[in-house]
């Protein structure tokens, strides 16, 4: 049984930094494509994230966030920094339905497995 459980989430100031992680279990890391998305209140889930073959970025967090492995964990973790109001969101890990992709998308419909969420706000 896959399962996925992010933590990390907090409430930080603008210009700060957090580190979201997101442990994996039942599948190893490289198995299928993992994405992060967000979910800000009233608006639709954006993918913000993903890694396989290779990595993405939604252009909105292009340049202050990065994603990473730690294989020995298990865990993916996704780096914020210079965060903004606008990036306030519940925020999601998920794995992509087919295995073994070359290509990750940051497409909520290609993922079928997902964690509960972890809540991040940025306010001063």
């Known amino acids: 049984q896959v399962q996925l459980r992010e933590s990390g989430g907090a409430l930080v100031q603008p210009g700060g930094a957090l580190r979201l992680s997101c442990e994996i279990s039942?599948?190893?890391?490289?198995?299928?494509?993992i994405g992060w998305f967000r979910q800000a209140p009233g608006k639709e889930r954006e993918g913000i994230s993903c890694?396989?073959?290779?990595?993405g970025y939604a252009d909105s967090v292009k340049g202050r966030f990065t994603i990473s492995k730690d294989y020995a964990k298990n865990t993916v973790y996704l780096q914020m920094n210079s965060l903004k109001p606008s990036d306030t969101a519940v925020y999601y890990c998920?794995?992509?339905?087919?295995?073994?992709?070359?290509?990750?998308?940051?497409?909520?419909?290609?993922?079928?497995?997902w964690g509960q969420g972890t809540q991040v706000t940025v306010s001063s």
């Open positions: 890694m396989s073959g290779n990595t």
């Open positions: 998920a794995t992509e339905t087919i295995p073994g992709g070359a290509y990750c998308a940051l497409v909520s419909s290609e993922y079928n497995r």
């Open positions: 039942g599948i190893t890391l490289d198995e299928y494509g």
